[in-house]
């Protein structure tokens, strides 16, 4: 198998090349990623809010965004732009320390979990060897400061906001994990790069998909859940709460809350991208491509080829999945807290675990097609 690009080794080789130490090379290096990862994470989350206002519009016939640049892709900047400049105001008789401390816990929760989400062979920050239930358990620090961020505004509607939090959050972290565990135990690892791999070889016909239907449907609920969106935002639900747990909150603090829930969506379109859709791997085997031109898989601008292409690819499924959600958020009416709590706990929950045995006694049956 194509090993790709070692960006860590090739960085530090060129730079201790130009007469810089090695430690200092390291140093620069861990910078970087840091850097790319904060700033790709925010592109991508505001392009997650361009498509959902484009997408909308399109399915109401109407033009959306429009005038702020071509096609109106300057418009989220504008929203950053003006959540930057107004006014951060602090609620009377609130604590300001836990007032403070929510959004920041929520936005850093997020952005943590990007550090196991390859793009490519090696073109991932660290490749953990219990990456997806790193994920898991990082995300799950966020409805903690969701409830801390309801429970100190000193305000009914926010504290109930950051109650459901809560109990949406556990209610759908468990079937989501029992999903995951199905697709690590055909994988025989954690590991998000052992993942893909098992996927790779007959192309498009080797996804986890084709093999976990019943898993993809969990996870593809659970994980909207987890990220709030109709018809699971129940923790934010205008007509109920006016806006939840962050009903007392503006200027940057809210752009914390708001780029957070963009990112945590991309971050579950890229999981949906890993586990069940093959990650890098296009929908034909690019090593029988460069096999059948005569191209060696280690040449220097095949190599580049192959991950632009990953990287295209995994981007690709990701919005395919945020596609998805946008169109289901437009489409299905909000659940009550009640429905929502039932949906969980009495039949993801038992299917998960269902799934679960099921995938554990086809590996042991047929261990040629489950990761046996």
Known sequence: MNTGIDLQRSLIELLTGLGLPFGLAQIIWMLIPMVVIILGVTVGALAC????????????????????????ILLPLA??????????IMPAKSDPILFTLGPVLVFISIFFCFLVVPFGENLLISNLGTGIFFI????????????????????????????????????????????????????????TIDIVHQQAGLGILSWNLWRQPVGFMIFAIAALAECERLPFDLPEADEEL??????????IKFALFYGGSYANLLLAGLLVAILY?????????????????????????????????????????????IFFAVLLR??????????????GWKFLLPIGLVNLLLTAALKLTFPFAFGG
């Open 49 to 72: 809010t361009w498509l959902e206002r484009k997408i909308s519009a399109a399915m109401q016939q109407r033009i959306g965004p429009d005038y702020a640049g071509p096609f109106g």
């Open 79 to 88: 929203d950053v732009g003006k959540l930057l400049i107004k006014q951060d």
């Open 136 to 191: 898991i358990a990082i995300s799950s620090i966020a409805p903690i400061g969701l409830l801390m961020s309801g429970y100190s505004s000193n305000n009914k509607y926010a504290l109930i906001g950051g109650l459901r939090a809560a109990a949406q959050s556990i209610s759908y972290e468990i079937p989501l994990a029992l999903a995951a565990l199905a697709i690590a135990m055909m994988s025989n690892g954690l590991s």
């Open 242 to 251: 006016v806006a939840g747990y962050q009903n007392e909150y503006g200027g």
């Open 277 to 321: 859709l093959g990650g890098w791997e296009l929908p034909f085997p690019i090593d029988r491509v460069s096999g059948f031109f005569g191209i060696s898989p280690n040449a220097g601008w095949w190599q580049v080829i192959a991950a632009a292409l990953g990287i295209t690819m995994t981007l690709l499924k990701a919005y395919f999945f």
């Open 330 to 343: 437009f489409t299905v009416p909000r659940v009550r807290i009640d429905q929502l709590l039932d949906l």
